[in-house]
Protein backbone atom coordinates (compact mmCIF):
# COMPACT_ATOMS: atom_id res chain seq x y z
CA UNK A 1 0.00 0.00 0.00
CA UNK A 2 1.24 3.22 -0.98
CA UNK A 3 -0.21 6.18 0.83
CA UNK A 4 0.46 9.93 -0.16
CA UNK A 5 -0.53 12.83 2.00
CA UNK A 6 -0.26 16.61 2.13
CA UNK A 7 0.93 18.91 4.60
CA UNK A 8 1.50 23.06 5.19
CA UNK A 9 4.19 24.71 6.24
CA UNK A 10 2.93 27.26 8.65
CA UNK A 11 4.72 30.59 10.02
CA UNK A 12 5.09 30.88 14.28
CA UNK A 13 3.22 33.96 15.83
CA UNK A 14 4.92 32.76 19.41
CA UNK A 15 8.26 31.15 18.19
CA UNK A 16 9.73 27.71 19.58
CA UNK A 17 13.45 28.73 19.88
CA UNK A 18 15.39 26.14 23.02
CA UNK A 19 14.62 22.92 24.32
CA UNK A 20 13.71 21.56 27.63
CA UNK A 21 14.58 17.71 26.37
CA UNK A 22 16.80 17.37 23.55
CA UNK A 23 16.01 13.77 22.35
CA UNK A 24 12.36 13.69 23.26
CA UNK A 25 12.23 17.76 21.76
CA UNK A 26 9.77 19.27 24.35
CA UNK A 27 10.24 22.80 23.95
CA UNK A 28 10.90 25.74 26.87
CA UNK A 29 7.90 26.79 25.81
CA UNK A 30 4.46 26.99 24.16
CA UNK A 31 3.98 28.26 20.80
CA UNK A 32 1.17 29.48 18.37
CA UNK A 33 0.84 29.37 14.13
CA UNK A 34 -1.51 29.37 11.25
CA UNK A 35 -0.57 26.93 8.42
CA UNK A 36 -0.05 28.46 5.18
CA UNK A 37 -1.71 27.88 1.95
CA UNK A 38 1.36 28.39 -0.33
CA UNK A 39 3.80 26.22 0.96
CA UNK A 40 3.30 22.75 1.06
CA UNK A 41 4.76 19.27 0.87
CA UNK A 42 2.83 16.12 -0.88
CA UNK A 43 4.71 12.73 0.40
CA UNK A 44 4.03 9.40 -0.41
CA UNK A 45 5.36 6.35 1.74
CA UNK A 46 5.08 2.51 0.79
CA UNK A 47 6.58 0.20 3.22
CA UNK A 48 7.34 -3.27 1.32
CA UNK A 49 9.76 -6.65 1.87
CA UNK A 50 11.14 -6.12 -1.37
CA UNK A 51 13.08 -2.97 -0.14
CA UNK A 52 16.73 -3.52 1.08
CA UNK A 53 16.72 -0.21 2.81
CA UNK A 54 14.24 3.34 3.68
CA UNK A 55 15.39 5.40 0.85
CA UNK A 56 14.12 8.63 -0.18
CA UNK A 57 13.63 10.93 -3.09
CA UNK A 58 12.96 14.56 -2.75
CA UNK A 59 11.59 16.79 -5.58
CA UNK A 60 12.66 13.42 -7.64
CA UNK A 61 16.10 13.45 -7.09
CA UNK A 62 17.53 10.94 -4.08
CA UNK A 63 18.28 12.80 -0.95
CA UNK A 64 21.45 12.93 0.61
CA UNK A 65 22.58 10.25 3.42
CA UNK A 66 22.21 12.79 6.27
CA UNK A 67 18.38 13.74 4.97
CA UNK A 68 17.84 9.99 4.90
CA UNK A 69 19.25 9.12 7.81
CA UNK A 70 16.88 11.37 9.63
CA UNK A 71 13.81 10.10 7.73
CA UNK A 72 14.93 6.50 8.65
CA UNK A 73 15.30 7.80 12.32
CA UNK A 74 11.40 8.95 12.15
CA UNK A 75 10.61 5.64 10.16
CA UNK A 76 11.81 3.46 12.90
CA UNK A 77 9.57 4.99 15.51
CA UNK A 78 6.23 4.11 13.33
CA UNK A 79 7.81 0.73 12.48
CA UNK A 80 8.31 -0.13 16.32
CA UNK A 81 4.56 1.70 17.10
CA UNK A 82 3.29 -0.86 13.97
CA UNK A 83 5.46 -3.72 14.71
CA UNK A 84 6.33 -3.78 11.02
CA UNK A 85 10.27 -4.77 10.21
CA UNK A 86 9.90 -3.67 6.27
CA UNK A 87 11.71 -0.70 4.90
CA UNK A 88 10.54 2.38 3.06
CA UNK A 89 10.48 4.23 -0.24
CA UNK A 90 9.98 7.37 0.53
CA UNK A 91 8.73 10.19 -1.99
CA UNK A 92 8.32 13.93 -0.88
CA UNK A 93 7.48 17.11 -2.69
CA UNK A 94 7.67 20.82 -2.20
CA UNK A 95 5.62 22.81 -4.30
CA UNK A 96 8.38 25.81 -3.08
CA UNK A 97 11.88 25.50 -4.10
CA UNK A 98 14.71 24.90 -1.68
CA UNK A 99 16.84 27.86 -3.18
CA UNK A 100 13.73 30.11 -1.72
CA UNK A 101 14.92 29.93 2.44
CA UNK A 102 11.53 28.62 2.85
CA UNK A 103 11.83 25.57 5.69
CA UNK A 104 10.56 22.09 4.59
CA UNK A 105 10.95 20.38 7.84
CA UNK A 106 7.77 21.24 9.35
CA UNK A 107 5.66 20.33 6.03
CA UNK A 108 7.61 17.76 5.55
CA UNK A 109 7.77 15.52 8.42
CA UNK A 110 4.22 16.30 8.84
CA UNK A 111 3.30 14.63 5.78
CA UNK A 112 5.89 11.87 6.47
CA UNK A 113 4.28 11.11 9.58
CA UNK A 114 0.45 10.99 8.28
CA UNK A 115 1.59 9.28 5.37
CA UNK A 116 3.87 6.71 7.27
CA UNK A 117 1.60 5.70 10.33
CA UNK A 118 -1.35 5.21 7.64
CA UNK A 119 0.58 3.08 5.23
CA UNK A 120 2.15 1.34 8.35
CA UNK A 121 -1.12 -0.07 9.42
CA UNK A 122 -1.54 2.47 12.14
CA UNK A 123 -4.67 4.39 13.20
CA UNK A 124 -3.46 6.96 15.25
CA UNK A 125 -5.67 9.95 16.80
CA UNK A 126 -4.74 13.93 15.59
CA UNK A 127 -3.38 14.32 18.98
CA UNK A 128 -1.21 11.48 18.75
CA UNK A 129 -0.16 12.36 15.24
CA UNK A 130 1.06 15.79 16.60
CA UNK A 131 3.44 13.97 19.23
CA UNK A 132 4.49 11.81 16.45
CA UNK A 133 5.45 14.27 14.05
CA UNK A 134 7.00 16.24 16.79
CA UNK A 135 9.83 13.71 17.15
CA UNK A 136 10.65 14.08 13.68
CA UNK A 137 10.66 18.24 14.22
CA UNK A 138 9.37 20.19 16.67
CA UNK A 139 7.60 22.61 14.19
CA UNK A 140 6.06 19.79 12.24
CA UNK A 141 3.41 19.17 14.96
CA UNK A 142 1.87 22.20 14.15
CA UNK A 143 1.37 21.31 10.79
CA UNK A 144 -1.16 18.54 11.65
CA UNK A 145 -4.08 20.29 13.24
CA UNK A 146 -6.26 22.81 11.19
CA UNK A 147 -5.95 26.23 10.57
CA UNK A 148 -4.81 28.06 14.00
CA UNK A 149 -2.54 25.90 16.29
CA UNK A 150 -1.57 25.73 19.63
CA UNK A 151 1.84 23.40 20.91
CA UNK A 152 1.13 23.16 24.27
CA UNK A 153 5.06 22.65 25.72
CA UNK A 154 4.16 19.58 27.72
CA UNK A 155 6.77 18.17 30.20
CA UNK A 156 6.96 14.53 29.64
CA UNK A 157 6.51 14.33 26.21
CA UNK A 158 3.21 12.57 25.80
CA UNK A 159 1.94 15.65 26.73
CA UNK A 160 3.61 18.18 24.27
CA UNK A 161 1.10 17.73 21.61
CA UNK A 162 -0.79 20.42 18.87
CA UNK A 163 -4.48 21.50 18.85
CA UNK A 164 -6.34 24.00 16.56
CA UNK A 165 -7.59 27.03 17.92
CA UNK A 166 -9.40 28.20 15.75
CA UNK A 167 -10.71 26.69 11.89
CA UNK A 168 -7.98 28.67 8.85
CA UNK A 169 -11.85 30.50 8.11
CA UNK A 170 -12.46 32.24 11.34
CA UNK A 171 -10.26 35.36 10.29
CA UNK A 172 -9.50 37.09 7.22
CA UNK A 173 -5.85 37.48 7.37
CA UNK A 174 -2.36 37.06 5.17
CA UNK A 175 1.01 36.04 5.77
CA UNK A 176 2.92 37.42 2.47
CA UNK A 177 6.09 35.86 2.40
CA UNK A 178 8.68 38.21 1.21
CA UNK A 179 11.53 35.69 -0.01
CA UNK A 180 15.22 37.26 -0.01
CA UNK A 181 17.01 34.58 0.51
CA UNK A 182 18.93 32.62 -2.14
CA UNK A 183 20.04 29.74 -0.38
CA UNK A 184 19.49 27.14 2.81
CA UNK A 185 20.21 28.23 6.09
CA UNK A 186 24.20 27.62 7.23
CA UNK A 187 22.87 26.75 10.79
CA UNK A 188 20.08 24.53 10.96
CA UNK A 189 17.04 24.95 13.94
CA UNK A 190 18.36 22.17 15.85
CA UNK A 191 21.88 23.61 16.21
CA UNK A 192 19.85 26.72 17.18
CA UNK A 193 17.83 25.00 19.38
CA UNK A 194 20.77 23.87 21.45
CA UNK A 195 22.39 26.73 21.83
CA UNK A 196 19.49 28.75 22.95
CA UNK A 197 20.24 29.14 26.61
CA UNK A 198 23.90 30.18 25.73
CA UNK A 199 22.20 34.04 25.15
CA UNK A 200 21.75 36.17 27.91
CA UNK A 201 18.25 36.75 27.60
CA UNK A 202 16.87 33.74 26.87
CA UNK A 203 15.63 32.84 30.49
CA UNK A 204 14.09 36.48 30.67
CA UNK A 205 12.20 35.21 27.33
CA UNK A 206 10.97 32.19 29.02
CA UNK A 207 9.41 33.90 31.86
CA UNK A 208 7.39 36.21 29.98
CA UNK A 209 5.84 33.93 27.62
CA UNK A 210 3.10 32.73 29.32
CA UNK A 211 1.73 36.26 29.64
CA UNK A 212 2.85 36.67 25.97
CA UNK A 213 0.82 33.58 25.17
CA UNK A 214 -2.23 34.61 27.01
CA UNK A 215 -2.26 38.04 25.50
CA UNK A 216 -1.99 36.85 21.99
CA UNK A 217 -4.88 33.92 22.20
CA UNK A 218 -7.18 36.90 23.79
CA UNK A 219 -6.28 39.41 21.05
CA UNK A 220 -6.88 36.43 18.53
CA UNK A 221 -10.34 35.55 19.69
CA UNK A 222 -11.00 39.04 19.92
CA UNK A 223 -10.08 39.53 16.06
CA UNK A 224 -8.36 42.74 17.75
CA UNK A 225 -5.42 42.90 14.75
CA UNK A 226 -3.26 45.84 16.28
CA UNK A 227 -2.99 43.81 19.21
CA UNK A 228 -2.01 40.42 17.70
CA UNK A 229 0.19 42.23 15.32
CA UNK A 230 1.89 44.18 18.20
CA UNK A 231 2.62 41.03 20.03
CA UNK A 232 3.64 39.10 17.39
CA UNK A 233 5.96 41.22 15.51
CA UNK A 234 7.67 42.22 18.79
CA UNK A 235 8.27 38.40 19.51
CA UNK A 236 10.24 38.05 16.30
CA UNK A 237 12.39 40.57 17.24
CA UNK A 238 12.91 38.84 20.99
CA UNK A 239 13.72 35.58 19.17
CA UNK A 240 16.12 37.27 17.02
CA UNK A 241 17.65 38.92 19.95
CA UNK A 242 18.01 35.84 21.37
CA UNK A 243 19.72 34.41 18.25
CA UNK A 244 22.49 36.90 17.62
CA UNK A 245 23.47 36.99 21.60
CA UNK A 246 23.98 32.87 21.79
CA UNK A 247 27.39 31.62 21.35
CA UNK A 248 27.81 31.25 18.66
CA UNK A 249 26.12 34.23 17.49
CA UNK A 250 23.58 33.44 14.95
CA UNK A 251 22.59 36.18 12.36
CA UNK A 252 20.13 34.99 10.28
CA UNK A 253 18.84 38.21 8.13
CA UNK A 254 20.47 39.65 5.39
CA UNK A 255 20.50 43.76 4.26
CA UNK A 256 17.30 42.85 2.24
CA UNK A 257 15.65 41.59 5.25
CA UNK A 258 15.88 44.56 7.43
CA UNK A 259 14.67 46.84 4.20
CA UNK A 260 11.51 45.16 4.11
CA UNK A 261 11.11 45.05 7.74
CA UNK A 262 11.91 49.03 7.91
CA UNK A 263 9.69 49.21 4.64
CA UNK A 264 6.37 47.35 7.18
CA UNK A 265 7.08 49.80 9.84
CA UNK A 266 7.19 53.21 7.54
CA UNK A 267 3.95 52.04 5.71
CA UNK A 268 2.16 51.20 9.02
CA UNK A 269 2.99 54.84 10.27
CA UNK A 270 1.90 55.74 7.40
CA UNK A 271 -1.72 53.84 7.95
CA UNK A 272 -1.19 50.49 5.66
CA UNK A 273 -0.99 47.70 8.41
CA UNK A 274 0.71 45.20 8.56
CA UNK A 275 3.69 43.45 10.95
CA UNK A 276 6.28 41.12 10.30
CA UNK A 277 7.61 37.68 11.52
CA UNK A 278 11.08 35.93 10.51
CA UNK A 279 12.05 32.17 11.50
CA UNK A 280 15.23 31.06 11.34
CA UNK A 281 16.15 32.05 7.73
CA UNK A 282 16.37 35.77 5.49
CA UNK A 283 12.86 35.23 4.70
CA UNK A 284 9.86 38.31 6.54
CA UNK A 285 6.56 36.80 6.63
CA UNK A 286 4.06 39.97 6.40
CA UNK A 287 0.95 39.85 8.30
CA UNK A 288 -2.09 41.77 7.08
CA UNK A 289 -5.54 41.71 6.72
CA UNK A 290 -7.23 40.09 3.52
CA UNK A 291 -8.17 43.70 2.28
CA UNK A 292 -4.61 44.44 1.91
CA UNK A 293 -2.88 42.07 -0.07
CA UNK A 294 -2.92 43.37 -3.21
CA UNK A 295 -1.30 46.69 -1.77
CA UNK A 296 0.80 45.28 -0.13
CA UNK A 297 2.06 42.82 -2.56
CA UNK A 298 2.59 45.59 -5.30
CA UNK A 299 4.56 47.84 -2.54
CA UNK A 300 6.77 44.69 -1.59
CA UNK A 301 6.97 43.44 -5.04
CA UNK A 302 8.98 46.81 -6.13
CA UNK A 303 11.27 46.96 -3.54
CA UNK A 304 15.22 45.57 -4.86
CA UNK A 305 16.32 42.64 -3.29
CA UNK A 306 12.53 40.61 -2.87
CA UNK A 307 12.86 37.94 -5.05
CA UNK A 308 9.02 36.82 -4.95
CA UNK A 309 5.97 37.04 -2.93
CA UNK A 310 4.26 34.09 -1.80
CA UNK A 311 0.19 34.70 -0.51
CA UNK A 312 -0.66 32.37 2.33
CA UNK A 313 -3.95 31.92 3.62
CA UNK A 314 -4.68 30.16 6.33
CA UNK A 315 -5.01 26.49 5.66
CA UNK A 316 -6.06 23.11 6.49
CA UNK A 317 -3.97 21.02 8.34
CA UNK A 318 -2.12 17.82 7.55
CA UNK A 319 -4.59 15.55 5.17
CA UNK A 320 -4.13 11.91 3.10
CA UNK A 321 -4.81 12.20 -0.97
CA UNK A 322 -4.24 9.17 -1.94
CA UNK A 323 -4.36 5.46 -1.15
CA UNK A 324 -3.00 3.04 -3.91
O1 LIG B 1 10.99 22.73 14.16
P1 LIG B 1 12.31 23.36 14.00
O2 LIG B 1 13.40 22.64 14.74
O3 LIG B 1 12.67 23.60 12.56
O4 LIG B 1 12.28 24.81 14.70
C1 LIG B 1 11.49 25.90 14.26
C2 LIG B 1 12.06 27.18 14.73
C3 LIG B 1 11.41 28.46 14.23
O5 LIG B 1 10.94 28.31 12.91
C4 LIG B 1 12.48 29.55 14.21
C5 LIG B 1 10.29 28.92 15.14
C6 LIG B 1 8.98 28.19 15.04
O6 LIG B 1 8.32 28.08 16.09
O7 LIG B 1 8.58 27.75 13.95
Not at 89 to 105: D, L, M, Q, T, Y
Not at 131 to 160: H, Q, Y
Not at 162 to 186: E, M, R, T, Y
Amino acid sequence: MKVTAKAPSNIAFIKYWGKRDEKLRIPENSSISMNLSRAFTITSVEFSNKFKSDSLFINGLKASVDETKRVSIHLDLIRSLSKINDFARVESRNNFPKASGIASSASGFAALTLAGAKAAGLSLSEKELTILARLGSGSACRSIPDGFVEWKMGRTGNDSYAHSLFAPQFWNICDLIAVVGKSSKKVSSSEGHAIAESSPFYKTRIVAMENKLKKIKLAMKNKDFTKFGEILEAEAINMHMVMMTSNPPLYYWLPETLKVMVKVMEWRNKGLESYFTIDAGPNVHVICRTKDVDRLTKRLRKLSGVRSVLVNTPALGARIIEVV
